[in-house]
């Protein structure tokens, strides 16, 4: 069983949201443990990314795209990332010490996908796209990628409602968490790193090649 939800469909939470609502409501899916309590504490994570990915969701596909060189061009936009597993030790903190019905912001960093793909090179992956392209020709390319997606069987990795984020995006604060619950996100480029070695020890991405010393 699954809990089916409409994202951003009115204008009152886009409103609360301070952002514009999408032209066409977000069907999204929850797991039933999703569910919590009356007045339990709430976490809204932004952007997820880190290691142990194993159903390798959208992020996790991307980065593993740009560590194996295999990702055409990058958008010019940014977006709030945050360590998956900095968002699941908030959790259990909240669920411990925050007060009832506490609403707590999990973000991290917010950086360009130019930053992204430079942190995975530094942490041994491929050299990133030469090619960057605006955030309007990714709109208009989205359609395209969704319908390939359908005919080969795959997750694509931008849709409309990605690029629609992208457009909303900002920066965003998680002073109360960390005022209230120590809340200490690590650096992005931490996980970034992180994430490609956990690539190669599952066997996602080729080791690094080393040379070889030895007499002349």
């Not at 919590?36 to 290691?51: D, E, F, N, T």
Request: aromatic fraction near 8%; proline fraction near 10%.
């Amino acid at each position: 069983s699954k809990v089916i939800g409409l994202a951003l469909n009115s204008a009152e939470h886009a409103a609360e949201l301070d952002i514009q609502a999408p032209p066409d409501p977000a069907l999204f899916f929850k797991p039933l443990s999703a569910l919590i309590g009356h007045r339990a504490p709430v976490i809204y994570p932004s952007g997820v990314l880190g290691p142990h990915d194993h159903k390798r969701s959208r992020m996790g596909s991307l980065l593993l795209s740009l560590a194996r060189g295999r990702f055409p061009a990058l958008i010019r936009a940014g977006f709030d990332w945050v360590d998956a597993r900095d968002v699941a030790e908030l959790c259990v903190t909240a669920a411990e010490r925050a007060p009832l019905g506490a609403r707590y912001v999990a973000s991290g960093e917010h950086r360009t996908f130019t930053e992204l793909a430079a942190a995975v090179t530094a942490a041994g992956g491929a050299r990133p796209p030469r090619v960057v392209v605006p955030l309007s020709w990714a709109r208009l390319a989205t359609p395209f990628i969704e319908r390939y997606a359908r005919i080969t069987g795959t997750s694509p990795l931008l849709t409309r409602e990605a690029v629609w984020l992208l457009e909303q995006s900002r920066p965003l604060s998680h002073a109360r968490a960390e005022q209230e619950l120590g809340y200490r996100p690590r650096p992005i480029p931490t996980t970034v790193a992180d994430t490609v070695a956990w690539f190669r020890e599952v066997g996602w991405l080729r080791p690094i090649s080393l040379p070889k010393w030895g007499p002349a």
